[in-house]
Structures are given as C-alpha cells and as structure tokens.
C-alpha cells in the first residue's frame, strides 16, 4: 500500500521501502581507441602502440544515463568491463565521472573471445553483482556491432530497449524515449531490464578534481568467470582497399564539369 | 589532424596517473569549449564568464593549495593545468593565475583563520573572482618605492592610491591590494563594494584580448581592521605570490608554444609550393627541428622545476631562470610559426598571431624578461644591478 508515494504496513526496517527503491545500476564501458587516433596497420595487422585509449563514446552516454538514474532515485552505479589490466584505467576515468564500484572481468585465455562470450561472461557478472538494471552504449567505436546490449539482455532474460535517447526514472523500472519511423515513442520497462543509450540531448559530464581524486584511491574489483567455447572463427583479415586517386580540375573553363561531377557524382550539391 | 602534444622526451611517463588525468581534463575543455570560441572572444574583448564558471567546477582553481575547498593538487599537477589552459588562450591561463597564485595564496598563505574560511572555499568554486594590486602606474620593475598608501584611521583603513595593468580587476570581487602602512608594505582585502573603490577597465589592448586588464583606483577607501593579512610584511608578502605565478608561466608558455609548433607542422605538411609541400623543403624542417629543440628544453627545465616545488627544494632564482626561457622559447615559436604559415599567419583562423601577441606581454608581466636576467646576474656574482645613483 502507497501513502504519498511512500509504501505502509510490513515493514521490518522503518527505512526498508528507501532501500527497495535504490536499484543496483550496472553501467557496462569498453576501451577503445581514441576516434580521432590516426590507425595505423603493419603487415595486416593494427598497430596500437601509442594510440590514446577513451571510453566509448555511446558508453560514456550511458554512464550519463546510470548516474542521473542514481542522482533521481538514489542507489549505487557499478562500472563494468571486460579486458586486460590496461582497462584499469578506463574504470577509473568512470569513477572520476561518478560511479561508485568498479569492476573489471579478466582471466587467462579471454584474448579472443567472440561477442557470444564477451555476452555470456557480461551476464554472469551482472546477475551475480544483483543489478536490476544495466545501461550500455548503443554500439562501440571500435567494432560498431551493437550486438552487446541486446546479447547480454537476451542471455539473462531480461528486456532490454536499444538506442534510447532520454530516460526518465520511475519506482520499479524506467521510461525511455526511443527514436520510431516519423518520430520518439516513450517506452515503460519494469526492472530488470537493460537499456542501449544513443546520443541524446543530455551531454555527458565532464569529470573534475574531486573526482579525479577519488579514481586515484579506487579500487578495481577483479572478477573471473564463465566463458563458452567460442562459436565463430576469423577466416581472414584484410584492409580496406585503396581509395581512387581523386579527380583534379585546372582552369575556369572546368567550373561547370566541376558542379556537375559535385551534383551529379558526388551528391554533396 | 587533431592536438597531441609534442613529447619527444616522454615527460607523460614521468608523471603520476592522476596529474595525466588533470591534464587530460583541461586539455579535452579548452579543446571542446575554449579554442571554439576564443577568437570571437579576443575580437570582442571579452572573459567569457563561462570559462569562470567551468574552471571552478572542474575544480582547478587554487590548484596546490590545500583545505578551505581547495583542491590541493601537486605543484606538476598546477603547471600542466597551466600549460592547457595557455594552449587555449594566455588570457585563460592569466585568469586562473591570477585567481590561484595573486589572490587565494596570499590569503591561504598570510591570512587569518577568518579570512580563509571567509574568501577561499567561494574563489576555489569560481564564484568569486580576485585579482591582486601590485603594479602602480610610474612603479612596474620597482613595486617597493609604490606610492598607494594606507592610513590607520582607529576603526578602519584608509587606502588612497592606484593600481595598473591588474588582471581580473574590473570583474573581481576581492583584490588583494599592496600599500604601505607607516611605511612599511602590507597586504589588505579589498571587496568591490567597498566605498572609495573603483576598478575601470583598460581598453585599446593588441594583446591579452580575451582577458580583462584593468586599473584599481582608491579615493579614501575604507575597509574594515579584520581585512589586512596579519603574516606578513614588505615585498616577501608580493614577491611569494609572483614565484607561484611565474612558476605556472612556465609551464603555460609551453602549452602557447605547443598550439603554435602544431599548427606551424599541420600547414608545412599541407602547404604546397613549388609542387610539393613546404615541409619537404631543408629551411623549414630546420625551423620546425629547432621549436622542437627549444619545446623539449623548456618542458624538461618546467618537470624538473615542478619536482623541486612539491619537495620544496626550489629557489626564487630558479624559477626567474624558467619563466624567462620559456616565455622568450615561446615567442620565438610564435614568431617563427608566423614565418612558416606565411600570410596565412596574421589571419585569426590559425592561433599564431594571438599567441605571439599574447606572449609579448607574458615576457614584460610578472617581472620582466630583463629584471630576471638581473636576478639570475646577482645570483651568479652577488652583486644587485638593479638599481644605481647617477651622478
């Protein structure tokens, strides 16, 4: 029973119905390579070595999303990744923005694994942290796949809605705003639940001092888990092919073969 | 292409995860939200407040102080947050100099208990704004024969005199006002309301254009007894606050001089003359070998300067020393980026202009580009060339 929003009657704890309305909110971040870092490739191979690494762009609109819900309804954010120690730093930038708890999943033979695995160990970590709702980036910058919101979602049971905009925070779940075909539709979901976060209107906060300060002292909470075998194999790898040499152009006589190749070739008039 | 800073000597990998991350904070700002805008500031003269703003919440204002709601980073910490900001403008940094170094740490330094709890938590958020009166029209080089004088009136203190060339003036809330009283200089709080109080703004700038300078008058201005700082007496009061600002110069000159070399780089590799790009050719490698030259040294002299501030084992000649270097590398940068972008160069699209013009009066403020060479020369031979009777 509600009296004023507030739930009555069976309670054990005078504060219990301020605990159950507190969600455990797990935000799930990836390290990726600057997207303005120039890519360099050696022999078929990416040459990372020293490239900028960032959180994922969508990932850090998710981390947005996880703290407002945190600052409307109270609760803790827990930041999760997956990835070697150099993630480390990834979390802390995500602490130094706000998030509470920090976890990081690695163990020895996870260097390859496909999106089934990366999704199964995701899962199993939130089901055994007990969130009851997870944000995530829509997509990440390296691979573009979108495939680990609704991956994790799935494995777990849970619902989950893609590409959300804007969120607003209710007792027991959340509406989210999602682009459809000639509009937004507003979407209700109860807890448990999982959300993929596109660019919205809200920006993502920049970190400060303090914050920074207080990543200095976190700690990285180092799980392992349950990976299964994986199911894809790449056959091969390749680069993009060259681009064509552009086309050049000298004299004013060539203005209008140059406005009919930028109408009529390149679209761009 | 996009900023990385220059680093041959891998100074990144001397630094702590933390003073990175500071780093990396102002350095992503002043990116997304100072370089867009700083033109349309300089053209209009302007401080936007927004900057006030930003800078107290992300929490670098009062950088190495400690308590009171400071943030009490390191001394490396406050020289790379420097050297951000002045990538973006010198006129930036001068703010946060000016509120940190002139105006908070005189007060954190040599003031009561009071006068902390009163003025630094609100200057740390940004929500007040100091400056800090030293420079008087005839007295620049020689602040200790200043003629703003403060008289002991029983209740209160009367100041009488001006002040010049006062970054942040008009725009301040608090000024940390030097005068002598009986003879002897002391340092006094002044608020802007205070009666017999004025702060015009200086106009007809070619340099610092994005940043307020301003003049401090006082016609028998009246503060109250409780607002002089009791801990200290004379030029020490003043000149320890200078070392604290000179020594974030040093690191912002480089960050002045990374914009230009970046720049100067970008337009050699694009520029084409004479059917290939200007970098191809031997004089312009050579100019861009010797800014990196010069930016290598100047970092190296500004780390090594900032490890002796956090163990305290610095001395005032060595900060004169790197406040001079790196201003006059720094302008000379600018000046050799002009050269490289060619007309080019004198046009607001690129930065060099406004950093060479800036530069010219980051080498006069803050003791002159001069007046540390004679600080160096009395160092070296123990004699003062400052001053002489003439016959």
Known sequence: MLMNGVPVGGLSHPLEWMVKTMPDIAVLIKRVPDTIAKIIVVDGTIDLSGVKWIISPYDEYAIESALQHREATGGSVTAITLGNADCDKTLKDAKALGCDELVRLWQDGWESLDSNGVQSILAGAIS??????????????????????????????????????????????????????GGQAKVGINFPCLLTIDKGPNEPRRPNVRGIMMARKAEVNLKGGQAPAATISVISKSTPPAKPPGKTYHGAENVPAVVQALRDEANVI | MAYEGLDFYDVESLLSEEEVMIRDMVRDWVEDEVLPKIEHACREGIFPDEWRVALGEMGVLGAPLKGYGCPGLSYMAYGLICQELERGDSGLRSFA??????????????????????????????????????????????????????????????????????????????????????????????????????????????????????????????????????????????????????????????????????????????????????????????????????????????????????????????????????????????RMARDIHGANGILDEYCIMRHMANLESVKTYEGTHDIHNLIIGKYITGIQAFTRKLD
């Open chain 1, 128 to 181: 055994d942290l007990g969130s009851e709702i997870v944000y995530c980036g829509k997509a990440a910058a390296d691979t573009n796949a979108g495939s680990t919101g609704p991956g994790v979602a799935e494995k777990l049971g849970w619902a989950s809605i893609s590409n959300v905009v804007s969120v607003s925070f209710e007792e027991g779940g959340v509406e989210a705003l999602v682009p459809v075909a």
């Open chain 2, 97 to 334: 100099s000016v509120q940190g170094s002139l105006a908070m740490y005189p007060i954190w330094e040599f003031g009561n208990e009071e006068q902390k709890e009163k003025y630094l938590p609100k200057m740390a958020s940004g929500e007040w704004v100091g400056c800090f009166g030293l420079t008087e029209p005839d007295y620049g080089s020689n602040p200790g024969d200043m003629i703003t004088k403060a008289e002991d009136m029983g209740d209160h203190y009367l100041l009488n005199g001006a002040k010049m060339w006062i970054t942040n003036g008009t725009i301040a809330d608090v000024a940390i006002v030097w005068a002598k009283l009986d003879g002897v200089i002391k340092g006094f709080i002044v608020e802007k309301d205070d009666e017999g109080f004025s702060a015009p703004e200086m106009t007809g700038k070619h340099s610092l254009k994005a940043s307020v300078t301003s003049e401090l008058v006082f016609q028998d201005c009246k503060i109250p007894k409780d607002r002089m700082l009791p801990d200290v007496k004379g030029l020490k009061g003043p000149f320890s606050c200078l070392n604290n600002a000179r020594y974030g110069i040093s690191w912002g000159a480089i960050g002045a001089a990374q914009a230009c070399f970046h720049s100067a780089k970008e337009y050699a590799l694009s520029r084409i003359q004479f059917d290939h790009p200007i970098a191809s050719y031997q004089l312009v490698q050579n100019k861009l070998a010797w800014m990196l030259r010069e930016i290598t040294k100047a970092q190296l002299l500004a780390y090594h300067l900032g490890l002796k501030k956090d163990d305290s084992t610095w001395f005032a000649e060595q900060i004169s020393l790197a406040k001079m270097n790196n201003v006059d590398m720094a302008l000379e940068i600018a």
